[in-house]
């Protein structure tokens, strides 16, 4: 009876302590849903801005093609030219999730893709980002911006300085260009990027409904 008594007891230590781990998985997944979440409408953020200045390119890129003149409505494309915004990765509940041990999430496809998308999956876009958009925009869109262009009031409008000049410059049309083919591939990455979480989120409710 003592023998008995005592695998009753550890069986029921081993199901609180089952029980206690469950319910901080099932804590941990929907902190993670909801960073997810988050971090996917930023992403979609970013990426409106990103598709905003393309259109923009391409209004002021028609440019050197049409040669029409100034008007008003250009302004706004001018100041818009090209989207200075980064994604950055909000990571506090996946940090908790390290600090308490990623093993804790006992289904292996969602363990797996939290993992890659922390740690590979959203390094590489802000690395992409900083390579393609900041160091574009420092060594071309600024300059630009500083030779020909009077006033600077972002997002409203930026006062050319000569326009006709501008819309006669080969060098600044190709930059242009480039702009848009940069800004593009950096939407591919986004678009893929956001499949990704939306696919985490949907696997971690269907873990959570269980």
Known sequence: LVVIGILIALQINNWNDQ???RNQEFVLLKELQTELTQNKDD????????NKSIK???VITSLFESHQPYHDSLAFHFANLYS???FIANNTSYEKLKSTGIDIIRNDEIKNGISALYTIDFT?????ENLYMHEHYENYIKPIYMKEFITFNWPSSFQIRDYESFILNYKTKQVLNYSIVNLRSIMVVQ????TKIERLIALIDQEIKK
């Open 56 to 58: 923009s390119n391409k």
């Open 84 to 86: 200075y915004t980064f």
């Open 124 to 128: 590489t876009i802000e690395r992409m």
């Open 43 to 50: 992403i979609i953020l970013t990426s409106d801005l990103i």
């Open 19 to 21: 029980r206690k781990f």
């Open 191 to 194: 678009k893929q990027l956001i």
